[in-house]
């Protein structure tokens, strides 16, 4: 009131001149309560305080002070200034606290650019106002974090300091990525060597997992089917993303733009963003998380196909859940008293959080558990870790979301009956043959001659190895023989290889090459070659597999490796039973002994 301003403007501006002190925000200040901006005609016209902002980080000159630095300059001047009023202090039992006190306080952070200092206080204040209109319903606690974590982030940045990846995120959720990307090249020399040689890593799994559009049955198979009417709006837009960048910023604009994206995002749903668009290498889809690869022509098109699909996916079928609850529970009803008002919107973002799990395993994007800040790391040796956590926990979602139960049960029960559908049907052909042993390797596939087509999204896999160590027993899939193991060391020892094969399986390719030449072969028993190794790091899968194909069987084999594309697994191999039936017309089983070394000496 002292100010002359109404209550209202006077709290806002306590509260602006409380976060500058706290931060130490060394700002000229222009006079308050809705006086114009004042720009000096000789300087730079920006359309936005956004612009001016991220124009200022953009050209802020770096500077080299670490934490470390910091804290001993601020430490030395505090200790320097306690000694002082000690010795002034004529009370020797005021002295040790009067020394304590100019001690006390948190000091100072590594800044790694100067401080944005030619923001104004209303521009300030114009920023803190953006952040708050994008979470204008603060009806639950976790909206609350959001804004002040985004608030906290933004006077870090005022403070020439670069935030912490996870408020990047909500920086960018708010201001867009441009800000961030200015953000991350005023990062220290080390950090950039570190994520330097991080994407260099990954860029063979960006190749590997390129120049196809597999997302819609790799990931989106589930969800596809369970919700049918989503699963083809999310490809028609894919193949419009894969066509033109245009059509996939439309997707991305329209998913931020509707009214329900800040609870979807409060949910934890999670949206990929394209590796070119942040460089947050955490946020892109496991499969495209290499910046160099965005350079190489054809895989940014397949980069944003795979993300505009899966996103689309994701949010339409969270979306359409989330409107139904809103308008069942109607936490927004007039009349009803706060506390069933609270009650309601509980409900809804207790559903929702459950719902929003569901949809990330249901798509591929697990969970890393108490290995969630190791996110990063885990890249280096795996190919896809969050897809191998969310087909192990889906299953499970069942027992932990009590909430949604029977919405869960229903898409599993859709997806699980269709998929098992088209193999028992495919089964009813005399060209096909589907193994229903769990102790082959060939467990749930569609067997065509030698190729090989599987739809369980690596279920068949842990199936199998389940089932393996369980038994101690394994099917060859050449000769059709079971080996058991006998005893409990031999079932120890082939426990221990199953799950060794397992993982190497799953490494990535610069880890499963490198164990491959320290091995001399592959985990599948092949001869470790110079070729190999070189197709193993840098051709895509879809044109191994492809290449295969044809080599085995010609066009024939090359038309059904082609299902790849679009994200079935596919294998096209020879065994010792294919040249059993070729030569003798019967299996490998039904052969004389002679006749056995004849089909072997053939199948070599």
């Known amino acids: 009131d002292d ?15 409380r976060i500058r002190s706290a931060f130490d925000i060394n700002i000229p200040t222009t006079p308050v309560a809705g006086a114009a901006r004042q720009v000096s005609p000789s300087g730079p016209q920006f359309a936005s305080v956004q612009e001016k902002l991220i124009s200022f980080v953009d050209t802020a000159k770096p500077i080299r002070e670490s934490a470390d630095e910091a804290k001993r300059v601020e430490l030395g001047r505090r200790i320097a200034a306690g000694r002082a009023l000690r010795d002034q202090e004529p009370d020797i039992l005021n002295r040790s606290r009067r020394y304590k006190a100019a ?47 985004t608030e906290e982030a933004l006077n870090k940045i005022l403070t020439g300091q670069v935030p912490q990846p996870a408020e990047l995120m909500k920086l960018e959720t708010v201001f867009g990525p441009k800000l961030i990307n200015a953000l991350r090249k005023k990062r220290g020399g080390r950090s950039k060597i570190s994520e330097g040689g991080m994407d260099l890593w990954q860029l063979s799994r960006t190749l590997k997992t390129s120049y196809d559009v597999s997302a819609m049955l790799r990931q989106g198979l589930f969800l596809g089917i369970a919700h049918p009417k989503r699963g083809v709006q999310a490809t028609v837009a894919m193949f419009k993303a894969l066509a033109k960048e ?41 499969a495209f998380m290499s910046r160099l690869g965005e350079k190489i022509p054809g895989i940014k ?7 505009t699909f899966l996103n689309k996916l994701r949010y339409d079928v969270w979306n359409d859940q989330y409107k139904r609850w809103v308008n069942e529970f109607a936490p927004n009803e007039p009349g009803i008293a706060t506390e069933e008002a609270a009650r309601r919107s509980a409900e809804v973002f207790d559903r929702s959080r459950q719902w929003a799990d569901f949809v990330n395993k249901a798509s591929g994007r697990g969970p890393l558990g108490p ?18 956590t969310a087909n192990a926990t889906l299953p499970f979602t069942l027992l932990k979301h009590s909430k949604i139960r029977g919405l869960i049960a229903k898409d599993f029960a859709k997806s699980i009956s269709s998929i098992a559908g088209v193999i028992a049907l495919a089964n009813l052909s005399d060209q096909v043959d589907v193994e229903p042993d769990p102790r082959s390797p060939d467990f749930g596939k569609m067997r065509i001659g030698p190729s090989r087509i599987d739809l369980m999204r690596g279920y068949g896999t842990l199936i199998r190895l389940g089932t393996q160590i369980a038994t101690g027993q394994k099917k060859s899939t050449g000769t059709g023989r079971i080996t058991s193991s006998e005893g409990p060391s031999e079932r120890i020892l082939f426990a221990g290889k199953a799950l060794a094969d397992f993982g190497r399986s799953k490494l990535s390719p610069p880890m499963g090459e490198t ?15 110079p070729q190999t190794v070189l197709e193993g790091l840098f051709v895509p899968l879809s044109f191994s597999d492809l290449y295969e194909g044809y080599r085995v069987t010609g066009l024939l084999g090359s038309s059904i490796a082609a299902t790849s594309l679009i994200g079935t697994s596919t294998q096209t191999y020879f065994t010792v039973n294919d040249a059993a039936e070729d030569n003798f017309g019967v299996s490998f089983k039904e052969l004389w002994p002679y006749e056995r070394n004849i089909a072997r000496g053939l199948w070599q």
């Open 3 to 17: 100010l002359g301003l109404g209550t209202q403007e006077a709290i806002e501006q306590s509260n602006i001149s």
């Open 301 to 307: 098109q397949s980069n944003r196909a795979y993300t």
């Open 515 to 529: 164990i491959n030449i320290g091995t001399g072969t592959s985990f599948l028993g092949e001869e470790t070659t």
């Open 103 to 149: 001690l006390s306080g948190e000091l100072p952070s590594a800044r790694n650019f100067e401080p944005v200092i030619d923001i104004t206080e209303d521009e300030h204040r114009e920023l803190l106002k953006i952040i708050e209109d994008f979470y204008p319903n603060r009806d639950t606690l976790h909206t609350d974090f959001l804004l002040n974590d």
């Open 246 to 286: 245009s059509n996939a910023l439309a997707v991305t604009d329209n998913i931020r733009k509707d009214k329900n994206f800040n609870a979807s995002r409060e949910s934890g749903l999670f949206l990929a963003e394209r590796i070119g668009d942040t460089g947050d290498l955490l946020r892109a889809e496991e």
């Open 371 to 388: 290995f969630e800040k190791y996110a990063d790391l885990l890249t280096i040796p795996f190919f896809a870790p969050r897809l191998l």
